[in-house]
């Protein structure tokens, strides 16, 4: 858009105008030079230079019909030039000041001028016309089709003349009313009528008739100098430009201004209206400008029965039933509600009370309309407003309630259907706009953000990045939402999570979800598609553009610029083909391949990079992309087929790679006896320990009398005999004796010596080689090869089995339901292929299987689970708690239902719970937590009503469970116990660690990201419980227990707490062991606490104690304690347990205790049996 | 009887099922309203003594039934009502009467009340239901009375304790569009009925409930202490704690006086889950003694002894 195609610079000087031949490839130009320059579009040069003006030329424009310029110029001149002869045919003379306009009339032989000596004039060319037309009325250059009665009849008139008896070009009217010089006269598409703009900022209508042209009313609000004024081509508009830097619009009719753009710095010169589509053309200061003034998309809502309420380009509503692909008549007029020459920008629909808001115009001037639609279509009817008022935007978002928007206040008002604000809010000054999204919430659209905002709750639920966001269209199911800018589509969930986004070219104008979850997208000449992954196709090519508003099987219905309903017929196979690969649904990508004719390089492309080549290659007939195919999905048969057929090096070189690596031998030997790669052919058959071949190879050497070749292969067989003939066939006399000598050949060793004429004395050989037997030759391990490689057959695929037509074995149900065949089909490889390998151990036995990763566990786990599920008695249950113990896979999540026997049978076997007394408040916390109550009817004794909170989040993916309280406390609670520790209050402080340990065993959570915090917790939980622990005993020691009372200072120092507690433990070991005249370790306790703490009072004590310390660096009392080496505290007897020891743990923190401990309950946990056994805990649901 | 309600009838039923009982005892209903129907002026006047029964004024609503059965009666004769409707208000006032009688001394007008046709909905078969407890009353059309279709069809709810399918009173929006009493119900179910992974699509959904009571609660007209405590439930349900604390808050300011028991039964319970959601144990145990010293034979507090019980088993079976 908008990009530059070329540079014309013939010119000498500033060129005033320029203007596009309706139907050549040619458009003329004007300029400074006096000169006016015809070029080609096609060559992209000047044809021709045509001359005559004496000045300046300000305009040109070519005749509609006839091969003719017109151009004006500061000579005061007007000249009409032939482009075919490329002469000058008419100076039009009479304007005393410069002409600074003149154009033909679209159909009649007129001209109309405007020059700065403040006159418009009109001037009559059927002379000319006439003088330059065969006598029969046609043309040399097409013919006067359009010329009617009339135009017969004034010609066959004679001749006007002017003064000198001029009758090719006549004035026939002079407007004067300009009070200064006019710049600008257009002559009215159709009517009599022409629009003059000038200097004294006025614009003015002129009519005429035959006889006469007079004033008809002027159009004032310009600043300054109007340059430019035309007539709107379709509309009953004026459109002027001024040098005050507007644009502005004004109602032929009445004259008043409708509308008005102003730009901040820049004077307009010039304004053009493009021949055909809804664009204007603004030249200024600094570039060119080209807008709608107005937009052409009609606006456009549905309800929930299959039907479409639109409003026409007559401002009325209609309805379109999708079913019937009926159109309605129209329902009610708009004309009289909407804002004049502003076209309805929304429209919302209310179903329950059959009414309808609508918004037009922008900015202070928008408004909305409130109006019930009539129940029976009687035609355009005058609606009854119920409400209106100021606003930019306006929809329903309740049943009861609707919003509107004031963009300059930035204020949300929600109405109810009495059209009475029942609450105001205002939003961020960067709002521009809003849409409807669910019912209740809106999107806020900001210039680099989309919000999901709550209108009741007044909070934002959602946020994306994305910038200029202008449309959104929810998928059928309501799952996703597809946000559309001018070059962007993003789709999110209905968490407003990124699912997708994607950047197209072309502007996008509207989009629509079919059935399947596809969303199909115009642009301004195209129907696209694009999937959820991203993937994207064109579906149609638009003649024109089209706004998309419901997709439904073949039939995308499409609302056009003229206000219709159109149904295009489309053709869904490839997205719906590309969909079914995608979600690995195979029958129907085959029953797709079997009923449609998808061809193309597209499809194949995408198959290819999508990773089915297999799918690919059936819609391929070049032998080339089908070896490249097949060579991809690894069939070798079809590969070989077409290698035969094309031939070339790389294609056998590449077979022949593909055939090594499957280990398909004969296609590999295939390959190199094709390529005559010999030597690796030579290897191959030593490889596979085909000696007859090797042998062969051997002869074929001895025959080429390749010596190198004939050597490598003597060796491969071992053949010392050969080998000794090779030596010696080279010369290498020595080499062949000392070989016939190693081997123990010494007659042939004899024979050498006596051939080569020396004695046995003049030979000494290392003895090492006398005395090592011969070695001999290694052979093949694998000899029984002369078939392929012992793997097992690479199994067809899916749609290998399926296209060679062997349905029999395909369950294509099973095999799409458990998620594609691969990886069952590379199991069933594996398990095939290596069932009596060695590598194997068949003891593997079933408790080993629980040391495999988590996917293991979770599976065990599952049916576990189902089990437990399978016993849970959830016959009394109302039907909420069912499902939620239904889809229970947590024993949070069995708490919350109330089936407190299976979370506490999960907590025994999944962390060996065996104390339960500790959870109660907690069960009794996560059942209370889902359960309400409200009062319905009061007079009933009864007439509360159970209500039950699900967790939000998990109903939203689809599965209801009941709300588990807990995550959202633990970082509070964590602050909690740090804070309790840091003020001294230890058993306070180890209780809530506790407690967060009840509520993790007991939550219920939704992602990894809650586990792992989950799981960080409770390290600290067990640190912090193991650290106090042991400071309490420390301080429950009597005074003459020194030994003990320094040992457990030090335990306390290796526990993980956060640097600002261990400092606290430093210091207690520190001062500990300095006053036991332990010097040693208090100085290791001192540098510990320098390491954390550099400065302050206690940093100073500390180096004190580190620097007396260090001076003598004994310990009077030996205490176990090693800082250095591997070891872990028994939570039980706080003693270290040192690697190598048994530890036996419990299984919710993971807690070590010596031997002696096990089958007690957990000091830490005070509920986990130490050494139970369990899974682990299972956190999410 | 259904009758499109005209606004001075509208605002006494919003008032009437937002709780507000005490407000509509104290209007004056012949000089305060204007009904255009005289039909209206004695609905209203049912609902005013519906109030007082409520709030156990049962002598002034004796003489308000008395008033009105006049009223029925000089209206029929002056044709302002038909005899056929006469006769249904006049069987209404009987049944009104005798549930008073019920109330004060405890006894059954077994004639009276096996006379009133159980298939048609009526406020006479409502109250039948209500003093005839045990007796299963599902007239099989909302016509006539939809308010009295409606209300029995919550009885039964309560007393099988199934769930009643939110379409069947959605469906009846097609046809009572402007019934208060039908928004009142689908805005309960929608707290109530059984979340789905579709329930959102529903009219009767938590949101929607919420911004009905959110609106009720914010009309000065209908902002009541019932009301505040289906609003608590509604941000509970939707997982709106910081606003469900500002709501009970709140309540502590609107006059607890008239709150019937049934409604602090539910407030109890939900202060409950927000303490409990909020890990608020020592406010958690407070309520949870509240609840089981004021209603010790609700089924709440049953199921938490139940629960309590299956808990102790639990800790024995593994110690």
Same mark, same amino acid.
């Given at each position: ?128 016309? &006439? ?113 005050? &830097? ?96 502003? %076209? ?436 093949? =391990? ?40 691969? =990886? ?200 912090? =419980? ?64 320098? %390491? ?36 872990? =505290? ?52 | ?60 609503? $004796? ?19 038909? $005899? ?12 009104? @009467? ?11 007008? @077994? ?24 007796? @299963? ?126 409604? @602090? ?7 409950? $889950? ?46």
């Amino acid at each position: 858009m908008g990009t530059l195609i070329d540079r014309f610079e013939d010119h000498d000087g500033p060129v005033r105008c320029v203007a596009f031949h309706p139907t050549q490839p040619i458009f003329v130009s004007g300029g400074d030079d006096y000169t006016i320059k015809v070029w080609s579009t096609q060559t992209r040069k000047c044809m021709f230079t045509l001359t005559g003006h004496l000045d300046y030329v300000r305009t040109v424009f070519f005749h509609h019909e006839l091969p003719w310029i017109i151009s004006a110029s500061d000579d005061q001149t007007i000249r009409i030039w032939n482009w075919q002869n490329r002469k000058e045919i008419a100076c039009l003379t009479g304007h005393n000041h410069y002409v600074m306009c003149a154009q033909f009339h679209p159909k009649q032989d007129l001209v109309v001028s405007a020059s700065l000596d403040q006159t418009v004039r009109v001037w009559d060319i059927s002379g000319l016309v &006439k003088k330059h037309s065969a006598p029969s009325g046609a043309s040399s250059f097409g013919g006067h089709s359009s010329m009617n009665q009339f135009d017969q009849y004034s010609r066959n008139q004679p001749p006007q003349q002017d003064i000198f008896g001029n009758t090719d070009a006549v004035v026939k009217y002079v407007l004067e009313g300009h009070d200064k010089g006019v710049n600008w006269a257009s002559f009215h598409p159709e009517l009599p009528l022409i629009v003059s703009g000038g200097d004294d900022r006025a614009v003015k209508l002129w009519r005429m008739s035959e006889t006469r042209a007079w004033e008809v009313d002027g159009c004032r609000g310009h600043t300054n100098n109007v340059p430019c004024v035309l007539f709107h081509p379709t509309e009953d508009l004026i459109i002027s430009v001024g040098e005050d &830097k507007t644009i502005r619009t004004w109602d032929l009719n009445s004259r008043s201004p409708v509308k008005q753009f102003k730009r901040e710095n820049d004077r307009f010169w010039m304004i053009v209206a493009h021949p055909n589509i809804n664009l204007f053309a603004a030249c200024h200061d600094s570039g060119v400008m080209v807008f709608k003034l107005d937009r052409e998309r009609p606006a456009s809502t549905q309800n929930q029965l299959q039907e479409l309420f639109y409003i026409n380009n007559d401002n009325q509503v209609q309805k379109y039933n999708f079913s019937s692909k009926a159109t309605s008549l129209p329902l009610l007029s708009l004309k009289k509600i909407a804002l004049p020459w502003n %076209k309805i920008k929304n429209i919302s629909y209310n179903a329950s009370e059959n009414s309808m808001l609508i918004q037009s115009g922008d900015n202070d001037t928008g408004i909305y309309s409130y109006f019930n639609l009539p129940k029976e279509i009687v035609g355009a009817l005058e609606p009854s407003v119920r409400g209106e008022g100021k606003a930019n935007s306006a929809y329903f978002i309740a049943r009861n309630r609707f919003v509107t928007f004031l963009k300059s206040s930035h204020k949300l008002n929600v109405h109810d259907l009495n059209n009475n604000v029942t609450k105001a809010i205002t939003l961020d000054s960067d709002v521009k706009d809003i849409i409807p999204a669910t019912p209740g919430c809106i999107l806020l659209l900001k210039p680099t953000t989309v919000v999901l905002y709550d209108v009741q709750q007044k909070k934002e639920i959602g946020l994306l990045q994305m910038s200029n966001a202008k449309y959104a269209v929810w998928s059928n199911d309501g799952q996703y939402l597809a946000l559309l800018s001018k070059h962007t589509i993003v789709i999110v969930n209905k968490k407003f999570e990124t699912v997708m986004s994607m950047h197209e070219t072309i502007r996008i104008k509207s989009a629509a979800w079919d059935d399947t979850g596809v969303l199909l997208y115009s642009t301004l000449n195209h129907i696209k598609y694009v999937l959820l992954n991203g993937d994207k196709g064109t579906i149609k090519t638009l003649e024109n553009t089209m706004y998309i508003t419901k997709v439904q099987n073949s039939n995308c219905f499409c609302l056009n610029r003229r206000g219709e309903v159109e149904c295009l017929e489309i053709d869904p196979t490839e997205y719906r083909f590309k969909k079914a690969l995608i979600n690995k649904k195979f029958n129907e990508v085959l029953r797709i391949i079997k009923n449609s004719n998808l061809v193309g390089e597209n499809i194949i492309a995408y198959l290819e990079k999508s990773g089915y080549p297999e799918v690919a290659l059936q819609f391929v007939q070049d032998p080339e992309t089908r070896f490249d195919l097949s060579i991809e999905c690894h069939d070798l048969t079809v590969a070989l087929s077409e290698a035969k057929k094309i031939n070339t090096k790389p294609i056998w070189e590449k077979l022949g790679r593909e055939a090594l690596s499957q280990g398909n031998i004969e296609i590999v030997e295939l390959v190199y006896q094709q390529l005559h790669l010999l030597d690796k052919l030579s290897f191959l058959y030593l490889a596979t320990g085909d000696e007859n071949k090797l042998s062969k190879m051997a002869d074929i050497a001895e025959k080429r009398e390749d010596i190198g070749s004939l050597f490598t292969n003597s060796i491969y067989l071992g053949d010392v005999e050969r080998k000794i003939q090779t030596f010696l066939h080279t010369g290498l006399t020595p080499l062949a004796y000392a070989t016939a000598k190693s081997n123990g050949l010494d007659d042939i060793a004899e024979k050498i010596l006596a051939d080569a004429g020396v004695d046995l004395k003049d030979i000494s050989l290392p003895d090492q080689l006398l005395k090592s037997k011969p070695s001999g030759v290694l052979k093949p =391990i694998n000899k029984t090869t002369s078939k392929n490689w012992p793997l097992s057959e690479a199994k067809l695929s899916f749609f290998e089995q399926a296209l060679s037509g062997n349905f029999e074995e395909l369950q294509l149900e099973d095999k799409a339901a458990n998620g594609g065949s691969t =990886i069952n089909e590379k199991s069933d490889m594996i398990d095939s292929s290596f069932a009596d390998d060695d590598y194997i151990d068949d003891n593997l036995g079933e408790e080993d299987a629980w040391d495999l990763g988590d996917d293991d566990l979770d599976v065990e786990l599952d049916n576990a689970e189902e089990e437990i599920e399978n016993q849970t008695d959830t016959s009394k249950l109302p039907k909420e708690l069912k499902t939620w113990v239904k889809n229970s896979k947590t024993p949070g999540a069995y708490i919350a239902a109330g089936k407190f026997d299976t979370a506490a049978s999960m907590l025994n076997k999944q962390a060996g719970i065996k104390n339960f007394e500790p959870f109660r408040q907690r069960f009794l916390e996560v059942y209370t937590a889902s359960k309400l109550n409200i009062s319905t009817f009061d007079e009933e004794s009864s007439g509360n009503l159970p209500v039950y909170i699900s967790d939000v989040e998990k109903a939203n993916d689809g599965k209801v469970l009941g709300l588990v309280p807990g995550y959202d406390q633990l970082e509070e609670l964590v602050q909690e116990g740090f804070r309790l520790f840091k003020s001294n209050q230890l058993e306070s402080s180890i209780g809530i660690f506790r407690k967060i340990i009840y509520i993790i065993a007991t939550l219920s959570l939704t992602s990894d990201e809650e586990e792992s915090k989950c799981k960080e917790i409770l390290d600290i939980c067990k640190e912090y =419980i193991i650290g106090l622990q042991i400071e309490l005993a420390r301080r429950a020691l009597p005074p003459a227990e020194i030994k003990r009372n320094l040992e457990l200072a030090a335990y306390f120092t290796h526990v993980k707490l956060q640097p600002a507690h261990r400092l606290n433990a430093l210091q207690v070991a520190m001062t500990q062991s300095f006053k036991a005249k332990n010097y040693h370790y208090a100085s290791y306790f001192a540098t510990e606490f320098l %390491k954390i703490m550099s400065s302050g009072n206690r940093a100073e004590q500390a180096r004190k104690i580190q620097a007396k310390a260090e001076n003598i660096a004994t310990d009077a009392i030996s205490i176990d304690f090693d800082p250095f080496t591997d070891w872990e =505290i028994c939570a039980g007897d706080f003693v270290p347990i040192y690697k190598g020891e048994e530890i036996i743990r419990e299984k919710i923190l993971g807690v070590g205790y010596s031997k002696s401990w096990k089958g007690k309950i957990c000091k830490i946990t005070l509920v986990s049996e130490i050494g139970g056994i369990g899974s682990g805990l299972r956190l999410r649901n | 009887m259904y009758l499109t309600p005209e606004k001075e009838l509208y605002t006494v039923i919003q008032q009437y099922y937002s709780g507000k009982y005490a407000e509509i005892v104290a209007l004056d209903l012949d000089t305060e309203f204007d009904f255009s129907n005289v039909l209206y002026d004695i609905e209203a006047h049912f609902y005013k003594i519906r109030s007082l029964l409520l709030l156990e004024n049962y002598k002034e609503a $004796a003489e308000f039934l008395a008033d009105l059965e006049k009223r029925i009666v000089s209206n029929n004769e002056n044709d302002l009502i038909d $005899a056929k409707t006469a006769q249904v208000l006049l069987t209404d006032v009987k049944v009104l @009467n005798s549930f008073i009688d019920f109330k004060k001394l405890n006894s059954i007008d @077994n004639e009276l009340l096996d006379s009133i046709d159980d298939a048609t909905p009526s406020l006479a078969l409502v109250y039948k239901g209500i003093i005839k407890s045990d007796q @299963n009353l599902s007239p099989s059309s909302p016509d006539l009375d939809l308010e009295s279709y409606i209300h029995l069809l919550f009885a039964n709810f309560a007393s099988d304790n199934k769930e009643i399918d939110p379409n069947t009173i959605i469906g009846l929006k097609n046809h009572y569009s402007d019934s208060l009493i039908l928004d009142f119900a689908i805005a309960w179910l929608g707290l109530s009925a059984p979340t789905t992974p579709n329930s959102d699509q529903s009219v009767a959904n938590p949101k929607n409930s919420y911004y009905f009571f959110d609106e009720l609660s914010s009309s000065a007209n209908t902002d009541s202490v019932k009301n505040a405590i289906n609003l608590l439930a509604c941000h509970l349900k939707l997982g709106n704690v910081p606003e469900a604390l500002e709501v009970t808050e709140k309540l502590k300011t609107l006059s607890s006086a008239d709150a019937l028991p049934s409604w @602090n039964y539910s407030l109890l319970i939900n202060k409950i $889950a927000l303490n409990s959601i909020t890990s608020n144990t020592t406010e958690r145990e407070e309520l949870l003694t509240q609840i089981e010293k004021n209603y010790p034979a609700s089924s709440y507090v049953n199921d938490l002894k139940e629960k309590n019980e299956l808990f102790d088993s639990i800790v024995s079976t593994y110690n």
